[in-house]
C-alpha cells in the first residue's frame, strides 16, 4: 500500500491503474449496510453540476 504526504491530483488519480490500489481495508456491504441507504438524486431544475463547479473555479 502507498502512503502519500500530500492528496493526489486528479491527474495523478485517473493515472493510477486499479491493479495498485489495496481494497482489503475496505470492509463488503452485505444487506444489513444497505437498510439505511438513500438514493440522493440531484433536483432536475437546478444548475448542471459542471456549470456549479465553474462558477466556483477561479478563472484561468
Known amino acids: 500500500m502507498n502512503e502519500y504526504d500530500r492528496a493526489l491530483s ?3 488519480i485517473g ?3 486499479e491493479e495498485s490500489i489495496n ?3 475496505i470492509a463488503e456491504l452485505d444487506e444489513a449496510s444497505w437498510q439505511g441507504a438513500k438514493l440522493d438524486e440531484p ?3 437546478g444548475p ?3 456549470d456549479q463547479l465553474a462558477e466556483r473555479s477561479p478563472a484561468a
Request: proline fraction near 13%; glycine fraction near 6%.
Open 43 to 45: 433536483d432536475p431544475t
Open 23 to 25: 481494497f482489503s481495508d
Open 48 to 50: 448542471a453540476l459542471a
Open 15 to 17: 493515472g493510477t491503474n
Open 10 to 12: 486528479p491527474a495523478e
